[in-house]
């Protein structure tokens, strides 16, 4: 069985800083996927970035990066300096080969980007 | 293009009506789901489609019953739902099962009354 563990269900930080959601998952699978997604009020869900269990550079986009450390199966995400626009709901998710076509997601972390 | 289209964006329906969602995408993605989402939750997997396939059903009650018509649409028809079913529905694609990114619509918010 595969899960994903977000801690923390809510999220303050000062515009302009960096935050770190934390992230971690458990799964007997050796190849598999993680990724993080952003959810604003308005409902769409936005995918942020990836990273790959056989990567060994950890995944950046932009002010996106994810602080991958397999040994202790967590995939933090990184956003560096905060906007307002980033306040939202985060999930991390997880995929396998082994469930090809499903995501385990989080409870996920509601980030709030204070001016 | 990479969007995916969810119409209509809110929908009010009552418990003996029947209904269809309808969700569009034209990236050439070869695999297509439906998901329910409550408030301040994750994402439930409902439905996946997989070159025009059912591939995934997760033990969904059949009041909801998906279509598949081409590879650019999916539909979520819906019929006698109870008001526990108001929630946020989510269609997504990805280039096949096994592809790492996939989008997802905006979304319909469903009200049952």
């Known amino acids: 069985a595969q899960k994903i563990t977000q801690t923390q269900p809510g999220m303050f930080v000062q515009e302009k800083e960096a935050v770190t959601l934390d992230c971690t998952y458990d799964?007997?699978?050796?190849?598999?996927?993680l990724f993080w997604y952003k959810q604003p009020s308005s409902g769409e869900m936005i995918f942020l970035i990836y990273?790959?269990?056989?990567?060994?550079q950890n995944a950046t986009e932009g002010r996106y990066s994810l602080n991958f450390q397999k040994a202790r199966k967590s995939a933090n995400l990184v956003i560096s300096a905060s906007q307002l626009g980033d306040s939202a709901m985060y999930f991390c998710?997880?995929?396998?080969?082994?469930?090809?076509?499903?995501?385990?997601f989080g409870d996920g972390t509601t980030l709030t980007v204070k001016p | 293009d990479t969007e995916v289209t969810q119409t209509p964006k809110h929908l009010v329906m009552g418990m003996t009506n029947k209904k269809s969602l309808k969700c569009e995408q034209h990236?050439?993605?070869?695999?297509m789901y439906w998901y329910k989402q409550k408030a301040k939750k994750p994402p439930e997997l409902m439905f996946v489609?997989?070159?025009?396939?059912?591939?995934i059903n997760e033990s969904v009650p059949s009041r909801f019953s998906p279509e598949c018509p081409n590879s650019s649409l999916l539909n979520l028809h819906l019929h006698a739902l109870q008001p526990e079913d108001s929630a946020l529905y989510l269609c997504?694609?990805?280039?096949?099962?096994?592809?790492?990114?996939?989008?997802f619509g905006q979304g319909t918010r469903l009200t049952v009354v």
């Open positions: 990273q790959g269990s056989y990567d060994e």
């Open positions: 998710a997880m995929r396998s080969n082994t469930n090809a076509g499903k995501s385990t």
């Open positions: 799964t007997s699978d050796q190849s598999y996927g």
């Open positions: 489609y997989s070159y025009e396939k059912l591939s």
């Open positions: 997504a694609s990805s280039l096949s099962l096994r592809d790492t990114e996939a989008f």
């Open positions: 990236m050439g993605h070869r695999a």
